[in-house]
Each structure stands twice: as structure tokens, then as C-alpha cells.
């Protein structure tokens, strides 16, 4: 499942990495830590150290009284003895006099005092273990030294230091755990403000697979995931719009099919019957066999596009490209529309030009798209209405057929989706909302565009641009 798999990648991804430099961090910050501590106590050391031997070495030039005595003096009386010791060595390396009272065996002695002794900068530091406890001891051999006093040494007890890096260390570290913890705590309520919208929106999703299109996705927050469900709903909307279009479609097409089948049958039995009887005249028989005819026509035309329909949209339609005179295809087309519009009394306008326009397309292919856009016009228009056709030669090599109409125009909430298939604005009117598809899909492949203009009430002008050839 989608939440385990995010989460776990979280884990190995984010998490791994935090914990990495956290753990990096504490090690750094650890060491830091105790070398602090024990920089600050070694300076401590030292500067006792140097503060005692600068004493002697002082008394020791000024020769006014007994080296030793003063030595004994400085050791007993010596100010620091609550945290350091300090110890008077003579030249065996044996513990003489120390500050606490307390002489230390043999054994006790840390290197730096043997060092020391050999050294010729007489002073040598050490830190270790004496008598199982740690230790920092500095050893100096000052000068003046005699036989019982030839060096000193301070020590101090790392314990205390110890315990405080220790703490401190305890201290980063529970941080350190509060921050992965905080991280962990945020990040899981982040992760699953991912990860539950994207289990609701599969969900969803699924079910608009299915072909419930009325499945909606709550918009929960106004981000990407939000956007997401928009979409989503949008995506359902636009499905169900399709489907229902479809339904549309087929059931006008089935509606299509059986008016004009229904008149050829009326008619045809009864001409059967009159037959028999010769009870028919001839204005009935030539009426009877107009409507035939032209049923036959209407049926014809609208299985061709339904034919090239499905070829369109199975990628079958293939254009027979040939050089041809636009203009003259153009009014071929009008011609064929002249007798209907003095039938449905509408005023069919050419404005013919008297040029040659060159244009390389499929004849057949371009005839149908005229046929289709001044039957739209046509059949849109009411009585007493006017189609009126112009081209016009555009500057940028485009030519461009204008049919323009005095009809119902199409409200501008629908002027984006007429040329989709299945598209029916008016129910009114016969049709199987195939055809602008159909036009737009062959003018594109002619490497032009189909561009609709109306004003609802008032009147549509559809306007078909072709590339001129050179
Ligand atoms: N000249 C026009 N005037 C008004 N509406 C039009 C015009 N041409 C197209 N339409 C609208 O566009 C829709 C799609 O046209 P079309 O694909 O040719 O389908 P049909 O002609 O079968 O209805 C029509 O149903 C109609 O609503
Ligand atoms: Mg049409």
C-alpha cells in the first residue's frame, strides 16, 4: 500500500540522513566538549605551575634567606590546595612535601615526574591513571634546585571534569533525540497529509474508472495535492460530459436514421399499392419519388459522415492532395445549396471573385468541409435569413472562406466546444454533431483552422483559413 511505501521511504531517505548528521554532530560536539574542559584545566595547571617556579626562581636569584625553607613555605601555604596538590620532589623523584599533608607512596608517581628530571626544559605534563583515579600532573624542576628540592609537581583529580563532559555529552544527546523526535513527529503529520488525499483520490479515481462520473474528491487544502483533486474532479465532469454526449449522439443518429427511412417506407407502400390498381397520377407519383430521393440523399450524407468520422477518428482518413483553384471548388459547392435556399426561402449571397487562388488539398475532402459549414448556416438560419460567402486573400499567405449567417448564433458558453464531436447545441434542428468536428479535422490537415465568431440571436460567422501554395 502507498502509505507504507512513502513512509518507509521517508524513513530510509530523510530520517537516515538527519540521523547521520546528527550522530556526526554529537561525536564532533563531544570531542569539542572535553577538549575544552581539559584545555581550560591544563592552563589552570600551568599557570599555577609557572607562578610557583617563577616564585623560586625569583627567591633563588635574590639568595636572601634559606631555598628549602622557603620551598617548605610555598608548598604547605599553598592557596589552591581545595582543587590541585602541590608536591615537593627531591632528586630520587620521591615525594618530599605535598599542600595536602598527605605523602603518596612510590607507586602513585605519574612519568612526568621522572621526565621532568631528564628534560631540559624541566617540565613535563601528564594525563593518566594514579591509584585508579584520572589525573592531570604537571612536573617542573625549577632552577635553584637542591638535593631534598629539586622539583615540584601539581597535580589535579579529572573526575569532577569527567562527570561534567559526561553530563554534557547526556545533555547534547537528549537534544539531539528531541530534535529527531520533533522531526518525526512533524514529518509523519506531513507525510500523511500526502498520504491520505492520495489514497482518497485513488479511490476516486478508481470509481470514475469504473464509470461513476459522479464521484467528487473533497478539495481539503489549496496546494498541489488540492490542485490534484481539481483536476480530478474536473477530469470526472469533462468524462461525464462525454458519455452523456455520446448517449446524445447515439440516440439523435438512431432518431436521424429512422425519420428519413420512416417516409421512404410510407411512400414506397404506397406506391406499391397504387401500383396495382394504376389509381396513382403522375404529380403524386413524381411528389412520392421526390421524397425518396431526396430521404435517399439525406441518409446517404449522413452515413458518409459517420463513415468519415470513424475513419477520422481511427487515423484512416488519408487526404489525395492535388493542386487546385479554391475559388472554383468553393462555388461549385454554393451552387448545390442554391435550389434549398429558394425552398426554405433564405437569401444565399456568393460574392464571387474573379481570381485563381492556388491551393493544394484533397477536392473531395474540401468540398465536404463547404458543404457542411453553408448547411450549418443554412440550417441554423430561419426564414427570411441570409447566408452570405466571401474569400478573401489574407497578407500572410492564408486565404480565408467566410460564411456568415443571419441565424440563432451559438451562445458563447458553447462556442468553444461546437467543433467536439458528438456536439449538439440545438436539438431542434436535425443533425448528428459530427459534422464541424469532422470539417475542423480536414481543414487542420490541410494545415489551416476553422475560426467561429457569433453573437447568440444574431448570427454566426464561421471562417475557414487555408494556406495558399506559393
Ligand atoms: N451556423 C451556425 N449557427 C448556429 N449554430 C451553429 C452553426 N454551425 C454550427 N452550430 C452549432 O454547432 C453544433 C455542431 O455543429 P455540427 O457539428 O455541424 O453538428 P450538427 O450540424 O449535426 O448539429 C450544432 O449543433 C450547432 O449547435
Ligand atoms: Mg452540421
New binding site residues.
Given amino acids: 500500500m502507498a502509505v507504507k511505501k512513502i513512509t518507509k521511504r521517508w524513513l530510509f531517505n530523510s530520517l537516515g540522513v538527519i540521523l547521520v548528521i546528527l550522530i556526526a554532530l554529537e561525536v564532533v560536539i563531544a570531542f569539542s566538549i572535553k577538549d575544552y574542559y581539559y584545555g581550560s584545566v591544563e592552563k589552570v595547571i600551568n599557570s599555577q605551575a609557572e607562578t610557583v617556579s617563577g616564585l623560586l626562581s625569583k627567591y633563588h636569584s635574590e639568595e636572601t634567606g634559606d631555598y628549602e625553607d622557603y620551598f617548605r613555605g610555598l608548598v604547605t601555604s599553598f592557596e589552591k590546595r581545595n582543587i590541585m596538590e602541590l608536591m615537593a620532589m627531591n632528586s630520587d623523584g620521591k615525594v618530599v612535601l605535598t599542600s595536602s599533608g598527605f605523602i603518596p607512596e612510590e607507586s602513585s608517581l605519574t612519568p612526568d615526574c621522572f621526565e621532568a628530571e631528564n628534560n631540559i626544559e624541566k617540565t613535563a605534563e601528564y594525563i593518566g591513571e594514579t591509584n585508579g583515579e584520572k589525573v592531570m600532573s604537571v612536573t617542573v624542576v625549577p632552577e635553584g634546585k637542591t638535593e631534598d628540592f629539586s622539583s615540584f609537581r601539581i597535580v589535579t583529580s579529572l573526575e569532577k571534569v569527567d562527570r561534567q563532559i559526561t553530563f554534557a555529552i547526556i545533555g547534547t544527546s537528549l537534544i539531539g533525540i528531541a530534535i529527531i523526535f520533533f522531526v518525526v513527529v512533524s514529518s509523519s503529520y506531513f507525510i500523511n497529509s500526502i498520504v491520505n488525499p492520495v489514497g482518497q483520490i485513488s479511490e476516486t479515481a478508481k470509481k470514475i474508472a469504473e464509470g461513476d462520473f459522479n464521484a467528487k474528491i473533497e478539495k481539503k487544502t489549496d496546494d498541489e495535492i488540492g490542485e490534484l483533486c481539481e483536476t480530478i474532479n474536473y477530469m470526472a465532469d469533462e468524462l461525464g460530459a462525454t458519455e452523456r454526449m455520446k448517449n446524445d449522439f447515439i440516440s439523435s443518429v438512431s432518431h436521424e436514421l429512422r425519420t428519413p427511412l420512416t417516409a421512404i417506407k410510407g411512400w414506397a407502400e404506397m406506391l406499391e399499392d397504387s401500383s396495382k390498381d394504376d389509381s396513382i397520377d403522375s404529380k403524386t407519383l413524381e411528389r412520392g419519388m421526390g421524397v425518396i430521393i431526396g430521404e435517399t440523399e439525406r441518409l446517404s450524407v449522413m452515413v458518409e459522415e459517420l463513415l468519415d468520422f470513424s475513419r477520422l477518428q481511427s487515423g484512416r482518413m488519408v487526404l489525395q492532395p492535388m493542386k487546385l483553384d479554391i475559388i472554383a471548388e468553393l462555388s461549385e459547392a454554393v451552387l448545390t445549396f442554391e435550389q434549398r435556399a429558394i425552398r426554405e426561402k433564405k437569401a444565399l449571397i456568393y460574392e464571387e471573385i474573379d481570381d485563381i487562388i492556388a491551393v493544394t488539398g484533397d477536392k473531395n475532402r474540401l468540398r465536404q468541409v463547404f458543404v457542411?459549414i453553408i448547411d450549418?448556416?443554412l440550417?441554423?438560419s430561419d426564414e427570411g435569413g441570409s447566408v452570405t460567402i466571401s474569400t478573401l486573400r489574407s497578407e500572410n499567405g492564408f486565404v480565408d472562406i467566410e460564411v456568415k449567417?443571419t441565424?440563432?448564433?451559438?451562445p458563447a458558453d458553447?462556442l468553444e466546444k461546437?467543433k467536439t464531436k458528438f456536439?449538439?447545441?440545438?436539438a431542434t434542428?436535425r443533425?448528428?454533431?459530427?459534422?464541424?468536428?469532422v470539417a475542423d479535422e480536414i481543414i487542420r490537415m490541410h494545415g489551416g483552422e476553422i475560426l467561429l465568431d457569433?453573437i447568440e440571436g444574431e448570427g454566426?460567422t464561421?471562417t475557414i483559413r487555408l494556406p495558399i501554395d506559393k
Avoid: E
Fill in positions: 457542411n450549418n448556416a440550417k441554423y449567417d441565424g440563432i448564433g451559438i458553447q461546437v456536439f449538439k447545441g440545438n434542428r443533425g448528428s454533431g459530427i459534422g464541424l468536428a457569433s454566426t464561421v
